[in-house]
């Protein structure tokens, strides 16, 4: 067994296809929304003994604010449900939740439910589940870069070597780096999600729209992952030259 096969793992998804998996059978895309909740259900009750440790689902970007805003209502709807509903099993099953992105343009109801939510799971540590709702991760990126350099002095602030470091710790320094990302709904782009923290990612890219993935689709994308040899930048293992660059 490898390294990979061991090591617990920080899982993204992008749950696309909600709205044309409703539209295959003539139904509204809230419709589709609907069925995205029964999906995301079972991915996270899967989720920890697949080997994930932090689970991140793109929910609701930024730019998602331009959809009309029927449906943008309904989602917030679905998400004021989905917390008054799974609360309780989450924390049941030791997952903890967090929502990422921006908060202040959420309404009071959503953000009053959202802090419930996570006040209710804190005690979690099977499971660190981590929604983006009204989340940019370019946004996010600014934000680190603003803090940082509010922090550093004005000398380090002009260095790259510290910033750089700097702003991948703001980053990363709780869910870590992305192992593998998920995209269901047959496009293929990241969409500004977790640009930082995919530097590295493996991606998998599925047809299957979001309200038919399942547990076995999960394994699956798994599977291949642990079939992929992960470099990062190097060169395979048997080759490496443990003398460079003393001997260059
Ligand atoms: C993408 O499908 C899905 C979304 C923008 C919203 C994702 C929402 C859910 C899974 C349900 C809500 C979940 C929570 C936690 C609120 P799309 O609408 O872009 O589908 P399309 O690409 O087929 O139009």
Redesign the pocket.
């Known amino acids: 067994m490898n390294d990979l096969n061991l090591k617990r793992l920080h899982v993204a998804i992008i ?7 409703a ?1 295959q059978r003539g139904l509204p ?1 809230t419709a ?2 609907r069925a ?2 029964a ?2 259900r079972r991915v996270v009750e899967r989720a920890p003994d697949a080997g994930i440790d932090c689970l991140t ?5 930024s730019d ?1 604010w331009k959809r009309p805003r029927a449906e943008v209502e309904f ?2 709807r ?2 004021r449900i ?1 917390l008054r509903i799974e609360t309780a099993q989450l924390s049941a099953n030791e997952v903890r939740l967090e929502v990422i992105g921006r908060r202040d343009r959420l309404p009071q109801a959503v953000l009053e439910a959202i802090e419930k939510a996570e006040r209710a799971t804190a005690g979690g540590e099977r499971m660190h589940l981590r ?1 983006a ?1 009204d989340y940019s991760s370019r946004e996010a990126i600014a934000r680190a870069a603003a803090s940082a350099i509010e922090m550093l002095g004005p000398n380090e602030v002009s260095s790259i070597d510290w910033l750089g470091p700097c702003l991948g710790r703001a980053l990363t320094a709780e869910s870590g780096e992305v192992d593998l990302l998920i995209r269901t ?1 047959g ?1 293929k782009r990241l969409s500004d999600f977790l640009l930082w923290e995919c530097a590295y990612t493996e991606l998998v890219f599925l047809e299957r ?2 309200p038919e993935f399942d547990a076995t689709d999960l394994d699956a994308a798994l599977d291949e992952f642990r079939h992929r040899e992960r470099r990062f930048g190097g060169v395979p293992a048997v080759q490496e030259c443990s003398q460079w660059p003393a001997t260059v």
């Open positions: 749950m696309d296809g909600n709205g044309r998996w539209a895309r589709g929304h995205g909740i999906a995301l689902l793109y929910a609701f970007s998602n989602i917030f679905l998400l989905f929604v709702i709904g496009e729209m979001w």
